[in-house]
């Protein structure tokens, strides 16, 4: 187990909940504070980003509990990316990184990371972070036809944002003239600095206040229970190799994910050999998105009430062959990852699922369903807002599952109203899909029905990227699958992997996919079977 230098002596445990409190107050803070001075839907309304403090070597310590699981384990390796371009010795205060390549990112270009390096009285004492969904990036506008990282859209290195302070306006002019969105992406990018300004402001002056010169005992001490707990975890479970395979839609053909779960003692090991090649489209998921939602599955499985740290991870070890749709290599697209990574904590539970079977759920008709819907409204101007829908999740040894609810991605649904508001469309209606869910002593959520209608008279291009229309959610333990979703333009059913355009007057009808169920349907209590009927 790690250990850590104390300087001065440890903190004690009281002393280290109040600071532990603080800092997640701080990010909190932060992540409150950028949703404010945002300018896209992406964060303002459903939140697609996330926010960090890490020390000054660019290890995690506090995150929002609420933050996107594809955040968690990825910004601190974005941190430590930006430290191996730019070393301590060589920043100022003033100075922003900033990059969105996909392997040292989140696994495509849209997500722009940033990074602020704090001073403490001339030295750095930690770094500040955030990570948000650009509204656009140019290119395909997330198209699962993207062949490479390319035809994605515009790249941006790891370089400084901002100078001892002062903003790159030269990158700011190439940044505005490559994409479609210029004032959402550029308000969207000063929100995130701000946001960093913010938590720097707040840690000084907490440090101050405690007398503090470093993070390194509060960061130890974080680390280091979180890790305990984590092993402790781990021992409680049967020493073992557990493995699970499945398919998922795909593109042209379905994609296999195999995972073995290997337990020994206190330590853990994940390796995907056996999962499918990687493809020549954008179906693929860079390692670090890999890495974060099957760290995440783990989280949920063995200690979920831990606040979001790296100690946690530190007993858990993962391999992903490089070259598989886990772990592409460069210059593969990867815009459509999240069609792979939300399944990963779904098969972390199908390894599981033998040595904890209480502390798992069903299959959830996840991955979250989008569509970009972009063109020119009655006025003459541009629009591209991306919109996002959710099946439901898979029920639990002791409940039915949530009916449309965003599992794994924590992303919120763009509601109605907004949607009415920037993109030129009628919502027909948004309402829970009947008996969706699949049965079980406990049923899986239900998904839902979105019908729009176009109202303009010039046509609207529109990207899906949904699953679950062809491989059902499954249940467990004797539960059943959840329905399938499926795309239906103007009445007819559509492949949700291709781009479509949606006529003057023409309709689009989303049906999101059911949950799985969670146990023999013969158990179901009568009081719950009674309260299905609302959903006939």
């Known amino acids: 187990m790690a250990k850590h230098e104390a300087n001065p002596p440890r903190l004690d445990a009281v002393t280290l909940r109040v600071l532990w409190t603080r800092l997640i107050s701080i990010v909190n803070e932060a992540s409150a504070a950028l949703v404010r001075t945002s300018f896209s839907t992406l964060v303002r309304e459903t939140y697609d980003f996330s926010v960090i403090l890490t020390d000054e070597n660019g290890q995690g310590i506090v995150q929002p509990p609420a933050s996107i699981p594809a955040f968690i384990g990825t910004l601190p390796a974005t941190v430590r990316h930006f430290l191996a371009e730019f070393p301590v010795s060589e920043l100022v205060p003033g100075d922003v990184l900033i990059t969105n390549d996909p392997w040292m990112g989140t696994g495509h270009l849209a997500d722009v990371s940033v990074a602020k390096p704090i001073f403490l009285d001339g030295k750095v004492v930690g770094f500040a972070a955030s990570v948000a969904h650009a509204p656009d990036m140019g290119g395909r506008t997330g198209s699962t036809e993207s062949r490479d990282v390319f035809e994605e859209g515009f790249q941006i290195p ?9 903003p790159d306006a030269t990158f700011i002019k190439v940044l505005r003239r490559n994409v479609r969105a210029p004032d959402e992406v550029e308000g969207d990018l000063w929100a995130q600095v701000s946001a960093l300004e913010l938590i720097e402001n707040r840690l000084i002056a907490l440090m101050r206040h405690y007398h503090m010169t470093s993070l390194r005992d509060v960061a ?3 680390h280091d229970r979180s890790e305990r707990a984590m092993r402790n975890a781990i021992r409680d479970m049967p020493d073992g190799t557990y493995d699970y395979e499945f398919a998922t839609d795909g593109l042209d053909d379905p994609v296999k994910i195999r995972i073995a779960i290997t337990v020994k003692g206190d330590e853990l090991e994940v390796d995907f050999a056996g ?9 693929n998921s860079a390692f670090c998105y890999t890495y974060a939602y099957t760290m995440f599955g ?3 499985v063995l200690s979920p009430e831990i606040p979001n740290n790296e100690g946690a991870f530190r007993p858990i070890r993962m391999r992903a062959p490089e070259g598989s749709v886990l772990n592409h290599r460069f210059p593969t697209s990867g815009c459509s990852r999240s069609m792979l990574g939300h399944y990963l904590p779904f098969a972390v539970f199908g390894a599981l699922s033998r040595a ?5 759920i ?3 008709g996840s991955p979250i369903w989008s569509v970009l819907m972009r063109g020119v409204n009655e006025r003459g101007a541009q629009f591209a807002n991306k919109l996002f829908y959710n099946g439901g999740t898979g029920a639990s040894h002791r409940r039915d599952g949530m009916n449309a609810t965003s599992w794994p991605s924590n992303i ?11 993109v030129p469309v009628r919502v027909v209606h948004k309402k829970l899909r009947p008996n ?3 049965e079980g002593q406990y049923r899986g959520g239900h998904g839902q029905d979105i019908l729009l209608q176009s109202k303009i008279d010039t046509p609207i291009f529109m990207v899906f990227l949904a699953e679950r229309t062809k491989h059902a959610a499954p249940g467990i333990a004797g539960g059943q699958a959840g329905d399938c979703g499926a795309l239906v333009i103007d009445g007819v059913p559509a492949d949700p992997k291709k781009q479509h355009v949606l006529k003057p007057g023409g309709t689009v009808l989303m049906r999101t996919p059911g949950g799985g169920g969670f146990g023999d349907p013969k158990g179901r209590a009568a009081h719950l079977r009674a309260s299905d009927a609302k959903y006939a």
Do not use: H
């Not at 919120?412 to 920037?422: A, D, F, K, N």
């Open 356 to 360: 904890v079977p209480n502390r798992i």
């Open 412 to 422: 919120s649904l763009t509601p109605t109203e907004v949607v009415e508001q920037l």
């Open 436 to 438: 969706s869910g699949g």
């Open 158 to 166: 790891v370089m400084k944002l901002c100078n001892a302070g002062t």
């Open 298 to 300: 783990l989280k949920c």
């Open 220 to 222: 130890g001490e974080i």
């Open 362 to 364: 069903a299959g959830s």
């Open 275 to 283: 999962t499918s090649p990687q493809v020549d489209k954008a179906l």
